[in-house]
């Protein structure tokens, strides 16, 4: 039995081990710059048992009669969403509540001015119609790919559907996912995770108002698709000079490694490859500005991941210093009275007001 | 798409962008005794020059590169460039158009900078649209960048309204100062209403070399002959076709008798009327 | 190519045009090292040296970065000597509403900041007078006896 218990403890043991180990061989091999070692791997193919979303469509043979019943069908039922419960507003926001985010779309930058005369450069991201479709508390989330196996402070999960489209498109198992909340299917869909009070019951609308103005939120978004790249630009290397005798090397990434014991590549070694195309955070930026006709953002700064006209999630930010200092709208936004078109920050110059001009000298 | 919820309201094709409201100030007399009316222009009148408006407002062209165009982004940012318009008078203006820009500055006495100068440069698109200013202060030359919604801009006066022969001026930096040189106190010339925009045909004498840029190569109009060696302008034709190197058949056609390069004219002719 | 017709103009001697058959970037026009700059006041030591076709030649800039910006002050060599000067009016491309010079501009000051000359020909940028009030320069740079010895802003 001892024997038994030796061998097991000399198991674990030797997998502690190697566990630092390879902690070791990663971090020596680390620079400052590069953080895609945390990062979570990146999901390049869907699994297999994943609800297919598109149908094939065969050429239907549908009267133009038959075609708009179905259109008129589809426009009766959905007419009219609204949350299958009342949203429980008697909740006392506090910074550990943690809220949902929301689906939107990145549609371009311009530049705004500041009370002070500073430019800005402003992205413009525009909330799509975010319904609730499902939320599954803490004890029930049980995903089959987890990163990590203990989770302290649980969250729930509010999956949250954008962009209304035509059910015709789309499979029955894809429509299935929409029956319970009453909602129209979705073209797609995103998981956000929630403090169990911040719950919204299926069918409610989220909006540009969930997030005040002059708030700091982060931005998730897959980044531009750059192809195979060279270490200089995926990397950031010096390269070799371009003249002075150096000869068919000048791009290259020059030594991949030492020699004596160790003496190979180790893995994670800097080298060409595939770049973009990966999901990356921008972290604590400021929302300047509101519309509400039509439910867009303007966030501070240019670097926002993806391209114009792709999908984002905009999160409450997490940066510490950039903690909201008023209570938020908790759990969300609640439309009531009539809101004016724009919203600005106290710091912004709206278009529509008088030039800057400076009265007193400091 | 199918819109479910009464908050999103059904976007409407842009089809045309309404212009009444905006004040289109020139240096013209009647301009400067009625500033804030409405211009009172007849359909037909309102049709005629909404033709040109691509030239008077540039800036309201869409994007040229087509990824980053939205068409809710568009939209917002026309209606804030309308917004600013309807704070100060964003005169038309081009290129070779002599301009008074008054901003605030608030560390000058008086708490305003005015420069006069001539428009060298005009580009950007949307909010983002910009020009340089150009005049030779106590014979040096000085060139001013400015964005036109920049709200710290408080008056922007045409003193001169024309057009040159170029669409960019730059080439005045080599030219000599005496092109460059404008009266920062000069008056605003006033046109008849309604005349076409002035061109001036000027050709600006260029100063010997070595210049900023290469002007033998631009083909420039306003600018007199230049006296360079004759490698210059052999090698300005080499450059100025870079992708005949790549055009088998005309290379090929120099190569065969003159009767059998007749023959391609002769079918390619053929071709055309069939 | 006439150097005395240049010199009236103002301008720097022609730059040595690389041969070299690879992609080149722009001419930036920054202030470094080695950089000639046109001394705008009316100080003995430039005009004499403007006048002889010598102009000072940059030799630190006393900045983070080695490259000038307006109102940065330089140490450039004229006539053999060793003198400071602040950059008033450069040829790089500005921000808006910065004015942008023909010619890379110099007002010879001392190691105190007073400026050597009594009088500036040439129009000085107001920029100064906002980097004067809003930010704090460490190596002597005083704008306020530049300012004041300045005849015309733009």
Same mark, same amino acid.
């Given at each position: 039995m001892s024997q038994v218990l030796c061998n097991i403890l000399h198991k674990t043991a030797l997998i502690q081990l190697e566990e630092k180990f390879r902690h070791l061989i990663?971090?020596?091999?680390?620079?400052?710059?590069?953080?895609?070692?945390?990062?979570?791997?990146?999901?390049?193919?869907?699994?297999?048992?994943?609800?297919k979303k598109h149908r094939s469509l065969e050429p239907n043979f549908l009267t133009q009669e038959n075609k708009e019943f179905l259109k008129e069908v589809v426009s009766d039922k959905y007419q009219n969403i609204q949350p299958q419960s009342v949203i429980n507003t008697n909740i006392e926001w506090n910074s550990k509540l943690k809220r949902t985010g929301l689906i939107c779309k990145k549609i371009g930058v311009y530049p705004m001015w500041l009370q002070n005369g500073k430019k800005i450069s402003t992205t413009l991201i525009q909330v799509l119609d975010n319904h609730v479709v499902k939320y599954i508390s803490p004890e029930e989330h049980n995903p089959p790919?987890?990163?990590?196996?203990?989770?302290?402070?649980?969250?729930?999960?509010?999956?949250?559907?954008?962009?209304?489209?035509?059910?015709?498109?789309?499979?029955?198992?894809?429509?299935?996912?929409?029956?319970?909340?009453?909602?129209?299917?979705?073209?797609?869909?995103?998981?956000?995770?929630?403090?169990?009070?911040?719950?919204?019951?299926?069918?409610?609308?989220?909006?540009?108002?969930?997030?005040?103005?002059?708030?700091y939120v982060d931005i998730r978004g897959k980044t531009t698709d750059r192809g195979f790249q060279g270490v200089m630009k995926r990397h950031g290397f010096k390269g070799m000079p371009a003249s002075h005798g150096v000869t068919k090397t000048h791009r290259r990434p020059g030594n991949i490694g030492g020699g004596g014991e160790k003496g190979r590549v180790w893995p994670g070694t800097k080298m060409p490859g595939h770049m973009g195309n990966r999901y990356r955070i921008s972290r604590g930026l400021k929302i300047w500005r509101i519309n509400t006709k039509?439910?867009?953002?303007?966030?501070?700064?240019?670097?926002?991941?993806?391209?114009?006209?792709?999908?984002?999630?905009?999160?409450?930010?997490?940066?510490?210093?950039?903690?909201?200092?008023?209570?938020?709208?908790?759990p969300t936004f609640l439309h009531g009275d009539e809101l004016p078109e724009d919203i600005y920050d106290k710091e912004v110059h709206s278009f529509e007001g008088p030039s800057i001009l400076f009265d007193e000298s400091k | 798409m199918i819109n479910t919820t009464k908050n999103f309201v059904k976007l409407k094709t842009f089809k045309v962008f309404n212009f009444r409201n905006v004040y289109r100030s020139c240096s013209t007399e009647a301009s400067l005794n009625n500033t804030n009316e409405e211009e009172n222009a007849t359909q037909e009148g309102f049709k005629k020059s909404f033709a040109e408006y691509r030239h008077i407002y540039p800036e309201f062209l869409p994007d040229p590169e087509v990824k980053l165009r939205n068409v809710i982004r568009e939209k917002l940012e026309r209606k804030d460039m309308i917004a600013r318009r309807s704070q100060i008078a964003i005169p038309e203006f081009y290129v070779g158009s002599i301009l008074s820009v008054t901003t605030s500055d608030p560390?000058?006495?008086?708490?305003?900078?005015?420069?006069?100068?001539?428009?060298? *440069?005009?580009?950007?698109?949307?909010?983002?649209?910009?020009?340089?200013?150009?005049?030779?202060?106590?014979?040096?030359?000085?060139?001013?960048?400015?964005?036109?919604?920049?709200?710290?801009?408080?008056?922007?006066?045409?003193?001169?309204?024309? *057009?040159?022969?170029?669409?960019?001026?730059?080439?005045?930096?080599?030219?000599?100062? $005496?092109?460059?040189?404008?009266?920062?106190?000069?008056?605003? $010339?006033?046109?008849?209403e309604g005349a076409p925009v002035p061109v001036n045909s000027l050709k600006v004498k260029l100063k010997p070399r070595p210049w900023v840029d290469r002007w033998e190569r631009k083909n420039l109009q306003g600018v007199q002959d230049i006296d360079l060696p004759e490698r210059f302008w052999v090698k300005a034709a080499k450059v100025a076709t870079p992708w005949e190197k790549y055009d088998l058949m005309k290379i090929y056609k120099k190569t065969i008798p003159a009767e059998e390069q007749r023959k391609y004219t002769m079918k390619s002719n053929h071709n055309c009327k069939s | 190519m006439n150097i005395a017709s240049l010199r009236h103009i103002g301008l720097s001697s022609q730059q040595y045009i690389s041969k070299c058959y690879f992609h080149q970037t722009a001419s930036l026009g920054e202030i470094r090292k080695m950089a000639r700059l046109r001394v705008v006041d009316?100080?003995?030591? =430039?005009?004499?040296?403007?006048?002889?076709?010598?102009?000072?030649?940059?030799?630190?800039?006393?900045?983070?970065? =080695?490259?000038?910006?307006?109102?940065?002050?330089?140490?450039?060599?004229?006539? =053999?000597?060793?003198?400071?000067?602040?950059?008033?009016? /450069?040829?790089?491309?500005?921000?808006?509403?910065?004015?942008?010079?023909?010619?890379?501009?110099?007002?010879?000051?001392?190691?105190?900041?007073?400026? /050597? =000359?009594?009088?500036?020909?040439?129009?000085?940028?107001?920029?100064?007078?906002?980097? /004067?009030?809003?930010?704090?320069?460490?190596?002597?740079?005083?704008?306020?006896? /530049?300012?004041?010895?300045?005849?015309?802003?733009?």
């Open positions: 990663i971090s020596n091999n680390q620079l400052i710059r590069n953080k895609s070692i945390n990062l979570p791997r990146p999901r390049l193919r869907n699994p297999t048992w994943l609800t790919r987890k990163r990590i196996e203990k989770i302290i402070n649980k969250k729930g999960c509010l999956i949250i559907g954008a962009e209304a489209a035509d059910p015709f498109l789309f499979t029955k198992e894809y429509c299935g996912i929409f029956k319970g909340s009453g909602v129209i299917p979705k073209k797609f869909l995103a998981r956000f995770f929630v403090s169990p009070e911040a719950v919204l019951p299926p069918g409610t609308l989220l909006t540009a108002m969930h997030f005040p103005v002059g708030h039509y439910n867009v953002l303007w966030v501070s700064g240019q670097a926002i991941p993806g391209e114009t006209n792709s999908l984002v999630y905009v999160y409450d930010s997490l940066v510490p210093s950039k903690k909201p200092t008023e209570p938020l709208p908790f | 560390h000058s006495p008086g708490k305003s900078e005015t420069f006069v100068g001539i428009c060298i *440069k005009r580009e950007g698109c949307g909010l983002r649209a910009k020009f340089i200013l150009r005049n030779v202060i106590d014979h040096e030359g000085i060139e001013v960048l400015y964005e036109m919604y920049d709200p710290t801009i408080q008056k922007i006066k045409v003193l001169r309204l024309e *057009k040159r022969l170029d669409d960019e001026l730059l080439y005045l930096r080599d030219a000599l100062p $005496e092109y460059s040189t404008f009266d920062p106190n000069m008056e605003p $010339e006033l046109l008849v | 009316n100080s003995e030591i =430039g005009k004499r040296a403007m006048a002889e076709g010598k102009p000072p030649k940059c030799i630190h800039v006393y900045n983070k970065t =080695g490259v000038g910006k307006i109102g940065d002050v330089v140490l450039v060599a004229i006539k =053999g000597e060793k003198k400071k000067g602040i950059l008033v009016g /450069l040829k790089q491309k500005q921000n808006p509403k910065v004015p942008k010079y023909d010619c890379n501009n110099l007002v010879l000051i001392d190691d105190n900041g007073t400026p /050597l =000359g009594t009088r500036i020909h040439v129009p000085i940028p107001t920029i100064l007078r906002t980097i /004067l009030k809003e930010k704090t320069q460490n190596k002597g740079a005083d704008y306020t006896k /530049l300012l004041g010895i300045a005849s015309r802003f733009v």
